[in-house]
Every structure is written in structure tokens, then in C-alpha cells.
């Protein structure tokens, strides 16, 4: 089972990006997947999450409105679109995966157990 996270980077406030993330091991249609974020000297926070079945999301209310996450089960892959990025949105960000699927969803990170290594995203002019 492994979960891998890309499409992090440096951008200026404002711009978009778009990150990935690719599990293995596992049919994403069984699974529950989380993104969560880490800033430096800050608990890990839960931004966004999506049910296996794709009908069903969740959003922290600080990100609702510029996050949306989406999933493409053929490429066994999971993303989150970001807009009108900020300072604030400058930290680590991680993909995980709930497995098996209980059927709720929430941004619960003891709900998840499988976690990437992170990709960095980075917001400043």
C-alpha cells in the first residue's frame, strides 16, 4: 500500500495549483481519501476529504470555496485543485487514504492509515 503526493511548488498569492495524489495497493473506489496540511510550528489540519464513491466531499471552512477535490478512479488517482492561493496556505501538504472504508467522512486524521511523504506548497510574493 502506498500513497504518493506531487504537484507541490512556489507560486505567488493569487495563482493555482493543482496537486496529486496516486495510491497503490488499493482500488481508490474502496477507500476514503483525506488531504490534509502541515505549516511550519502548526498542528496537521485537515483541508479536504472524498468519499470512495466520489459523490460525497468535505471541506475545512478555510479553504471552502478555492479547494476542490476530485478523483480519477482509472488512474488511481486523487487531486486537489487549489485557487487564489495565500501566504497562509504556505505548508506541507499531505494525501491519506481511510482503508478500509467505514462509510463516514471527516477530516479526522485518526481516521486515516495511510499517509504519504507530503509535498510542499509555497505561497509569497
Known amino acids: 500500500v502506498q500513497v504518493v503526493e506531487s504537484g507541490g511548488g512556489s507560486v505567488q498569492p493569487g495563482e493555482s495549483l493543482r496537486l496529486s495524489c496516486t495510491v497503490s495497493?488499493?482500488?481508490?473506489?474502496?477507500?476514503?481519501i483525506g488531504w490534509f496540511r502541515q505549516a511550519p510550528e502548526k498542528a496537521r489540519e485537515g483541508v479536504a476529504c472524498?468519499?470512495?464513491?466520489?459523490?460525497?466531499?468535505s471541506y475545512a471552512d478555510s479553504v471552502r470555496g478555492r479547494f476542490t477535490i476530485s478523483s480519477d478512479s482509472a488512474k488511481n488517482t486523487m487531486y486537489l485543485q487549489i485557487s487564489s492561493l495565500k501566504p497562509e496556505d504556505t505548508a506541507v501538504y499531505y494525501c491519506?487514504?481511510?482503508?478500509?472504508?467505514?462509510?463516514?467522512?471527516?477530516?479526522?486524521?485518526?481516521?486515516?492509515?495511510?499517509w504519504g511523504q507530503g509535498t510542499q506548497v509555497t505561497v509569497s510574493s
Open positions: 472524498i468519499s470512495s464513491s466520489g459523490e460525497r466531499t
Open positions: 495497493g488499493f482500488r481508490l473506489d474502496l477507500v476514503a
Open positions: 491519506a487514504a481511510e482503508w478500509p472504508y467505514s462509510g463516514g467522512l471527516a477530516l479526522n486524521l485518526a481516521d486515516y492509515q495511510y
